[in-house]
């Protein structure tokens, strides 16, 4: 008895400590880094500066042209390995312009990097630069290949505009039931949308936007066409950044008048693309059910772009649908049907033990993997109820608001706010609550719902960053603004648009105009 008394004394610290070690070592794996990586701070900084080490770039031509003057495409392409050096390499290889130098860049758009997905999303986009300076129309087939899944990418708008700079690009436009025609709808549906996400004005006039969108029209099927939908719905968002692209270019009016024209031939179809969308959101909902696959996928992508009340074709469909139930409950947030809110509060009752969640003590960093069961969609039913006011819906999402679990905690309480509260004392205690969070994104997420409702502290909180000596503040300041649809601050937004920097006006115009959209669908 004593020896294991002694055992037990020796042996326990001991085991405290390894299991401290242990949990230290999963807290680290479970939550991952955040840190931004190597390979995105170099890119980062060679954008803004738009300098280059060119002795890197000259010393891999120089190893690259004695490797393939031997004929050794092999010995290049293991070269080819991911980090700093790639954007260099693959630069090298462009610089070279052999035709072995372009098989081999086309060669790696089939190769998956990193597990990384922004590191992944860089090389992909160095590598649709550096083969559309070659000018090989050979490649734009392996461009299309690999744009479904660059696309989606975060950087995927600037894979997609690349791509449709292609010469050759409108000729796939015209051949919307072919797989690479639908890839190309995908390609020009990303590069549009990429206008409003940091695509530099000057490049509608390179990728003659205004004639593709021509040919998407003039190509268009008469049954269901999500993705022609889809590229439409942008084109006309495109038409509502006109005086932002003006802006932009006010001190070159040759570029300036070119662009003009492009926008114009978008416009000339405005009334028809009207009537079409219309007709469209009829024509895709009776055929829902006897969809499947990648067809569905893109018709609910449509019917969301066109923010369509669909609940009487998708709640029949949702118990027996896997793969796109998240994007079916997403689509649901534009309904009115009264049997929706009740619906989403139920299923995910019945899937995720909330109250029991609610008791752990809250985490601040996100964690790696999803919390809840493996493929149940909690986040976008907390997001689609946003669109559902009522009493239970409120205490539903204060009740998600006090969740371990920080990107749950988050999606709860960025849907409070839409619609003055109707448990008034619950949602704002709540919200209060979750300004002290200890996780930063559930603390801004918080001080923006309490902005939608007026809360003074909140504004003047956003007032400050937006008017703050730091270029990137307000910028950031000015997209979580429009994010978060707080439109009490749109006098401020106006003030910015006359800032003397002009990025700083530029993302302030961008958040006046998705203001306005949202009020605009809102009345209708």
Same mark, same amino acid.
């Given at each position: 008895m004593m020896v294991?008394?002694?055992?037990?004394?020796?042996?326990?610290?001991?085991?405290?400590?390894?299991?401290?070690?242990?949990?230290?070592?999963?807290?680290?794996?479970?939550?991952?880094?955040?840190?931004?990586?190597?390979?995105?701070?170099?890119?980062?900084?060679?954008?803004?500066t738009g300098q280059l080490n060119e002795a890197a770039v000259e010393s891999a031509k120089r190893r690259f042209r004695a490797l393939l003057e031997n004929g050794d495409e092999r010995g290049v392409e293991a070269s080819l390995r991911p980090g700093v050096q790639y954007f260099f390499q693959v630069r090298a290889l462009a610089e070279l312009g052999t035709d072995a130098a372009g098989k081999i860049l086309e !060669?790696? /758009?089939?190769?998956? $990097?990193?597990?990384?997905?922004?590191?992944?999303?860089?090389?992909?986009?160095?590598l649709a630069v550096n083969l559309r300076m070659l000018q090989r129309q050979e490649s734009l087939p392996y461009l299309l290949g690999c744009a479904p899944v660059a696309c989606e990418s975060p950087l995927g708008h600037f894979f997609a505009i690349e791509t449709i700079c292609y010469l050759g690009f409108a000729g796939y436009l015209k051949q919307p039931d072919t797989p690479m025609g639908r890839s190309a709808l995908h390609v020009a549906f990303r590069a549009i949308d990429g206008f409003r996400s940091g695509i530099q004005p000057h490049l509608v006039l390179e990728s003659q936007v205004g004639e593709l969108v021509e040919m998407v029209w003039?190509?268009?099927?008469?049954?269901?066409?999500?993705?022609?939908? !889809?590229? /439409?719905?942008?084109? $006309?968002?495109?038409?509502?950044?006109?005086?932002?692209?003006?802006?932009?270019?006010?001190?070159?009016p040759a570029e300036q008048e070119a662009i003009d024209w492009q926008l114009a031939r978008i416009a000339a179809l405005e009334p028809e693309i009207?009537?079409?969308?219309?007709?469209?959101?009829?024509?895709?909902?009776?055929?829902?059910p006897s969809m499947a696959g990648q067809e569905l996928t893109d018709s609910l992508q449509a019917l969301n772009d066109m923010r369509v009340n669909a609940a009487r074709e998708l709640l029949p469909l949702l118990p027996n649908v896997l793969e796109q139930r998240g994007l079916m409950i997403e689509v649901l947030r534009w309904s009115r049907d009264s049997r929706v809110g009740p619906w989403l509060r139920d299923y995910a009752r019945a899937n995720v033990a909330m109250e029991k969640r609610a008791k752990r003590r809250a985490v601040a960093d996100m964690p790696r993997q999803s919390t809840v069961p493996a493929g149940f969609p909690y986040v976008e039913i907390l997001l689609s109820l946003r669109g559902h006011p009522s009493v239970e819906t409120e205490q539903f999402l204060v009740i998600a608001a006090q969740d371990w679990d920080p990107r749950i905690r988050m999606s709860a309480v960025s849907s409070l706010g839409w619609w003055e509260p109707i448990v008034g004392a619950a949602v704002r205690a709540c919200l209060v609550q979750c300004k002290r969070d200890p996780c930063p994104e559930v603390r801004q997420t918080a001080r923006a719902a309490l902005a939608r409702l007026g809360e003074r502290s909140s504004l003047h909180w956003f007032r400050q960053t937006m008017f703050s000596d730091d270029a990137r503040q307000v910028i950031e300041a000015s997209l979580l603004i429009a994010r978060e649809g707080l439109t009490l601050l749109w006098p401020d937004l106006d003030r910015l648009v006359d800032s003397d920097n002009s990025d700083i006006a530029l993302h302030a115009s961008e958040a006046i105009q998705c203001l306005a959209e949202e009020m605009e669908q809102a009345r209708s």
């Open positions: 294991a008394l002694i055992l037990t004394a020796t042996l326990m610290p001991l085991l405290l400590a390894a299991c401290f070690v242990l949990g230290r070592c999963w807290q680290r794996y479970w939550c991952g880094n955040d840190a931004i990586s190597e390979v995105s701070r170099q890119h980062i900084e060679i954008f803004q !060669r790696q /758009l089939e190769r998956r $990097l990193s597990n990384n997905l922004l590191d992944q999303s860089w090389y992909w986009v160095d003039d190509h268009r099927p008469t049954g269901p066409a999500p993705l022609h939908v !889809r590229v /439409l719905v942008e084109s $006309l968002r495109l038409l509502r950044r006109e005086a932002n692209f003006r802006f932009a270019l006010r001190d070159e009207r009537d079409f969308l219309k007709n469209q959101s009829e024509i895709l909902l009776p055929v829902l």
